[in-house]
């Protein structure tokens, strides 16, 4: 079992930036991969950024230029670094893990509010 705790979400103004972070309970943390999701009031949730045991990365076309994403294995930590935000970017984002590229994410955090203001 994998738990997951965000945090580093808040009000920022548009073309602020903000960090989030999402601390693993894995032993073995590494052979995760990881991603970042948001989920807007009345949207689908969308997958904004993952990075794989492997170190290989996805952006959203949203947020590519504008995310990065990171990982820290000796701190079982990945992290959210999101510049130049726009108000379109509030939503709760959640972390996420997984076993097996393959696999769907199975283990998600509670998730952490960012909001956007214009």
């Known amino acids: 079992q994998v738990q997951l705790v965000e945090s580093g979400g808040g009000l920022v103004q548009a073309g602020g930036s903000l960090r989030l972070s999402c601390a693993a309970s894995?032993?073995?943390?590494?052979?995760?991969?990881m991603g970042w999701f948001r989920q807007a009031p009345g949207k689908e949730r969308e997958k904004v950024a993952t990075?794989?045991?492997?170190?290989?990365?996805y952006y959203a076309d949203s947020v590519k230029g504008r995310f990065t994403i990171s990982r820290d294995n000796a701190k079982n930590t990945v992290y959210l670094q999101m510049n130049s935000l726009k108000p379109e970017d509030t939503a709760v984002y959640y972390c996420?893990?997984?076993?097996?590229?393959?696999?769907?994410?199975?283990?998600w955090g509670q998730g952490t509010q960012v909001t956007v203001s214009s």
């Open positions: 996420a893990a997984r076993i097996g590229s393959d696999q769907k994410y199975n283990y």
């Open positions: 894995a032993r073995t943390f590494s052979s995760y991969d």
């Open positions: 990075i794989w045991w492997s170190g290989y990365t």
